[in-house]
């Protein structure tokens, strides 16, 4: 069974499950009891852990196949066990008898498959080869049973058929979702910025080295340039504490406020998660709190250091 894979793995690295199910982000001790009651595991909780964990074979996971681990890098182009003939087959069947079976662009599929643009493209036209933990997110995203993936052994899904309906509307499930997943490469998703150094993020100063936070991927807030933990109640209801907002700089030089939006400013105070409305003057504008216990405060231009605006949250539940 899949699930006493999992385990498998997890004692080959040493882990306790405790360990494990964070890591994965699973609720405390749920896979300790799916495990005990033989029960199973989501699809969505098998891509997580073969993003963070890519060393895991794929084909080993859902199969019990081949190797536990990955013989290669997951970036590693070539794949030890197909030649070159059956990889154009595997190709083929993915790219030419699978994915258009959907209503997704090949660019859509890898994005949902957590692969990057690029490195989809480059797959696509033939300039690098997709690898074992590539191909397995594909298969599980579309339900392909992976002996047919690899060597066109088989029915050619797991239940029989393609279900087009429920495929879309899950992607449009995900697509329209406010979710993050932790970035897999160098320089992908948006950075989780640590409280003590908004300020600096604020102003473009480069007070947090890139390597030190966080990245994670999330579709909706392609445009974002940082993701921010909100601190306190002064805007509850609209944002609690522990939440995370992702923000979009204001170029400073020549700032120009949407009345009533919300953003982050860099002020004299420190940085403030606040509604924005017009001063009493020009040269003042009025910092309010969605919380009714918190009073509005007029504040001048000349205290701002920094600016971005809020545009979504992600929501702790």
């Not at 799916?34 to 098998?46: V, Y």
């Not at 397995?136 to 029989?160: D, N, Y």
């Not at 640590?194 to 993020?201: D, L, Q, S, T």
Request: aromatic fraction near 10%; glycine fraction near 8%.
């Amino acid at each position: 069974m899949i699930l006493d894979r999992i385990k498998q793995f997890i004692d080959a690295k040493g882990m306790s499950i405790a360990a494990f199910e964070r890591s994965i982000g699973m609720a405390n001790a749920s896979f300790g009891k799916s495990l005990k009651n033989n029960g199973a595991i989501g699809t969505d909780k098998l891509e997580n852990i073969l993003s963070i964990y890519p060393e895991i074979s794929p084909n080993w996971l859902l199969t019990g196949n081949g190797d536990m681990l990955l013989q290669k890098s997951p970036d590693d182009s070539s794949m030890s066990f197909l030649t070159d003939q059956q990889y154009i087959k595997t190709f083929n069947r993915i790219f030419e008898e699978s994915i258009p079976l959907t209503d997704l662009t090949f660019d859509q599929m890898g994005e949902y498959c957590g692969i990057r643009k690029e490195r989809m493209k480059a797959i696509y036209m033939r300039q690098a080869k997709m690898n074992d933990t590539e191909i397995g997110m594909i298969a599980t995203k579309m339900g392909l049973s992976l002996p047919w993936v690899h060597k066109g052994l088989g029915e050619q899904f797991i239940h029989g058929k393609f279900d087009k309906e429920t495929f879309m509307k899950e992607y449009n499930e995900y697509y329209n979702t406010t979710h993050a997943t932790p970035a897999t490469h160098p320089g992908e998703g948006i950075p989780l910025i640590p409280i003590n150094a908004m300020a600096g993020v604020l102003t473009a100063e480069q007070t947090v080295l890139d390597y030190e936070c966080e990245r994670y991927v999330v579709p909706m807030f392609k445009g974002a340039d940082f993701l921010i933990p909100v601190k306190g109640s002064s805007m509850y209801p609209k944002y609690s504490s522990g939440d995370i907002v992702a923000c979009q700089r204001v170029p400073m030089g020549d700032l120009f406020f949407q009345w009533n939006k919300v953003y982050v400013i860099d002020t004299n105070q420190g940085a403030l998660i606040k509604r924005i409305k017009p001063g009493s003057d020009k040269d003042h504008i009025l910092i309010v709190s969605d919380n009714e216990k918190y009073d509005p405060f007029e504040l001048p231009y000349s205290a701002i250091h920094g600016v971005a605006l809020v545009v979504g949250v992600i929501r702790l539940e």
